[in-house]
């Protein structure tokens, strides 16, 4: 049911879309982009007509999407510049606020403090398809931003209005499987982040088997669109390497299993980063998992190390070094006694890399501790060779971890990580810690 709501509320939208769309692109199609969606911005500011919006919308956009990487940073300077505050009506309403002091005067101050961008982009958001565009709009933000600083305060706008759209309330959690929509299982291929899918037949042993699950959010204004998914292997015991989890002959059937393995977590959309809903993605297949496969007692990660490999070379102690330098060289890819050798460092450095290494907030620096700690969870094992593909190689050293959902204690370690960073861990994890002389904060 929940998918037939999406997509006819996207098909609606898209019909009305298509009926006031080709009008306004014909009679404006020798005008050159960025000044057509000038004069598109300053016309929906003004419109009172609904339908008249929707079609000045569609306009802007389409404008929007033929325009080069230069005209698209002067588009957000121009965002910045000619749609941020009214610095005189602030003035004065604050100075009504602080001296009336009224629930009124505070409503008024509100209103006028809120840059009239952000009523540009709800405006725009009217467009058929537009939730969607501005999203993907976002992104080519975010990469502006990385050559023209000054473009960061208009980020916040974006944040802010994303984030009340992509609000949990509006989500939808879809199982997606072997019989989804073609359009949904070509994205999956796209989307993947972690573990490449070489093919249809490598897609089909992800989705397909019964010991084999996939899960995506997806959003009534995206309709086919994922926004992230989580794909989960149903086995006996908790995995330490990945490769048996991907290989084509599977052995464990989801009816003899005990853990479900979340081993590839994908954000699909760039644009929505710092949107946080891959915490209640998971919280989520927690429960279903455990409702629909109620003998399942565990789960679990299988986690890269995404930034092990240049933080380990970036340490300046003898002992970091030579385990880097042994590491890039990569002999111990097929040298199994070296591996053997290589292993005690390799843990012990990694266990530091996952518990010890912050940023200057007191933040983990890797990405994915910081995700699942702050979700709940709590480091179990450090696995060691665990990950063969290149990537994995280059980035991590073949490194990955287990983090492990204990459904009793998620909220109280997600508190204690949000109040003073404490990193939740497992006997193996702390056994390392303290052979290392490593104490938790």
């Not at 709009?137 to 050559?147: E, P």
């Not at 620096?365 to 696995?383: C, E, M, Q, S, Y």
Request: aromatic share 8%; net charge negative; charged share 25%.
């Amino acid at each position: 049911m929940a998918r037939q709501n999406i997509s006819f509320l996207h098909d609606l939208l898209q019909t009305i879309g298509d009926r006031v769309r080709p009008r306004a692109v014909e009679e404006t199609s020798d005008i050159a982009p960025l000044l057509l969606i000038k004069q598109s911005c300053e016309q929906l500011m003004h419109r009172s007509g609904e339908v008249s919006r929707i079609s000045v919308a569609a306009q802007a956009l389409d404008a929007y999407s033929r325009l080069d990487s230069e005209d698209r940073v002067r588009f957000f300077r121009m965002l910045l510049e000619d749609y941020s505050v009214d610095a005189e009506a602030v003035r004065s309403a604050f100075e009504h606020w602080n001296s009336e002091g009224t629930e009124s005067a505070l409503a008024a101050l509100v209103t006028v403090v809120e840059p009239r961008r952000q009523q540009l982009l709800r405006q725009l958001n009217m467009a058929p398809g537009g939730t969607l565009q501005l999203v993907r709009l976002r992104a080519d933000l975010l990469q502006a931003i990385r050559v023209n600083r000054e473009l960061a305060p208009l980020d916040a706008d974006f944040s802010h209005l994303l984030a009340s759209w992509f609000n949990r309330g509006f989500l939808v959690m879809r199982r997606i499987d072997w019989d989804s929509p073609a359009s949904v299982l070509e994205k999956i291929v796209a989307y993947e982040a972690v573990h490449k899918i070489t093919g249809w037949d490598d897609l089909r042993r992800r989705l397909d088997p019964a010991d084999r699950r996939c899960y995506g959010f997806f959003h009534p204004a995206t309709g086919d669109e994922p926004l992230i998914f989580v794909e989960v292997a149903i086995c006996t015991g908790i995995p330490a390497a990945i490769g048996p989890l991907l290989e084509s002959e599977v052995d464990a059937r989801a009816i003899d299993a005990d853990t479900a393995v979340f081993y590839s977590i994908s954000n699909c959309q760039p644009g929505l980063k710092g949107v946080s809903f891959g915490n209640f993605l998971i919280k989520q297949v927690v429960a279903d998992l455990s409702k629909d496969l109620p003998e399942l007692t565990t789960f679990v990660t299988l986690s890269p190390a995404p930034g092990f490999a240049n933080w380990l070379a970036a340490e300046q102690s003898e002992e970091a070094q030579t385990l880097s330098a042994f590491l890039r060289e990569g002999r111990w890819q097929t040298d199994t006694e070296l591996q053997q050798q290589l292993a005690p460092g390799v843990q012990a450095w990694a266990t530091r890399y996952f518990i010890e290494a912050k940023n200057g907030s007191g933040i983990p620096v890797d990405p994915v501790t910081r995700f699942h700690i702050g979700n709940g969870a709590l480091a179990h094992r450090v696995n060691w060779p665990a990950d063969f593909a290149d990537g994995a190689l280059q980035r991590g050293h073949g490194v990955m971890i287990n983090y492990l959902y204990e459904l009793d204690g998620i909220e109280a370690r997600h508190e204690a990580f949000a109040e003073n960073g404490s990193i939740a861990c497992g006997p193996d994890v702390e056994q390392t810690l303290q052979r290392e002389g490593i104490k938790l904060p």
